[in-house]
Structure formats: structure tokens, C-alpha cells
């Protein structure tokens, strides 16, 4: 367990953020947990009991994304839950009109004997790119300042999780 650098530290205010100078890295486990809770601290001369609620749990980690009951952490952005309303899975479907082009100046060439071959062409690349389009989702955040996508992804399961997660720790905050 880790200890205070020096006593202007340990006075410095800490108040309920103590507890992230006293675990270790990656973050505190269920054991850490059940350790902490009920430990006495003494911060600006008062004698105080760390609880569960002083203590940041986690509700899902990966390689790209963290979600905590008081921290939302994506790549180059972190969210305050505290700030956080509501959580939406979105599913945003790609916009098809550059393939259907495609198809339709396709069409209207076969009819100039000259540009069948660029007709054909097109056509060929339109459809398969039509077909070939797929949906992507993305975690929708709500806030007092508005709506945030946070993370997309092309993978729904991956999306559903987070936002369980989210769910989950805006919950438990309460």
C-alpha cells in the first residue's frame, strides 16, 4: 500500500480523493475495497472513516475505455459521471447515396454505346459498395450542456457493454 510523500501531502486537502494516493496501479480491486472501507484517516486535523462511497469502483476496463462510478475515460477525453443524465446506445446508419450514384450513372451510361464499359464499371463498384455498407454504433451521452457521442463502433457488443457500464455506475453514484 502506498504512503504519503510528506506530511504537507497528507494535510494538502486531500478530503475524499485520499484513497487514490493510497492504491496501486491499475486500480483498486474487490479486496482494496473491502481493506479501505472502515479505515480511519485523519485529514486538516479531524479524525475520519473512509466508505464505500469514498472509493472509486470500477464497473468496466479495457484497452481502450474505463468506466468508473465518478470517471467515463475514452482515448483523448475523459467524462465527470457527476455530470452525466443518461446514457443511449445509437445506432447510426451510413449514408448510401455516393453507391446508388453510382448504380444510377451506371444505368444511364449502358444507353450511350461509348461509355457502356464506364456504365459497367460503375455499376460494378456501386452495387457491391451498397451491399457492402454497414451500420456503426456509438455510446450517446447526456448531460446539463447537451449530448456527447463518446465512443462509436462498429461492433454492437462492444457498444452494449459500455453502455451496461455507464448504467451501472450512474446507479451506484446515486
Not at 454497414?134 to 447537451?146: E, Q, Y
Request: glycine fraction near 8%.
Amino acid at each position: 500500500m502506498g504512503k504519503w510523500k510528506s506530511q504537507s501531502d497528507f494535510q494538502g486537502g486531500l478530503g475524499r480523493r485520499l484513497f487514490h494516493n493510497l492504491i496501486l496501479s491499475p486500480g483498486p480491486t474487490p479486496e482494496a475495497f473491502s481493506y479501505m472501507a472502515g479505515c480511519q484517516v485523519i485529514t486538516h486535523g479531524r479524525i475520519g472513516v473512509i466508505t464505500e462511497a469514498d472509493l472509486e469502483r470500477t464497473f468496466l476496463r479495457n484497452e481502450t475505455v474505463t468506466v468508473t462510478n465518478t470517471r467515463f475515460i475514452v482515448p483523448g477525453q475523459t467524462y465527470a459521471m457527476a455530470g452525466v443524465t443518461s446514457v443511449r446506445f445509437e445506432r447510426i446508419n451510413p449514408n448510401p447515396i455516393w453507391p446508388i450514384l453510382f448504380i444510377v450513372l451506371g444505368v444511364l451510361l449502358l444507353f450511350i454505346s461509348e461509355t457502356r464499359i464506364f456504365g459497367v464499371l460503375l455499376m460494378l463498384i456501386g452495387g457491391p459498395w451498397l451491399f457492402l455498407l454497414k451500420p456503426t454504433f456509438a455510446v450517446a451521452l447526456h448531460s446539463a450542456s447537451g449530448e456527447a457521442r463518446a465512443v462509436t463502433s462498429r461492433d454492437a457488443q462492444f457498444i452494449s457493454r459500455i453502455v451496461e457500464a455507464l448504467n451501472q455506475a450512474i446507479v451506484y453514484r446515486r
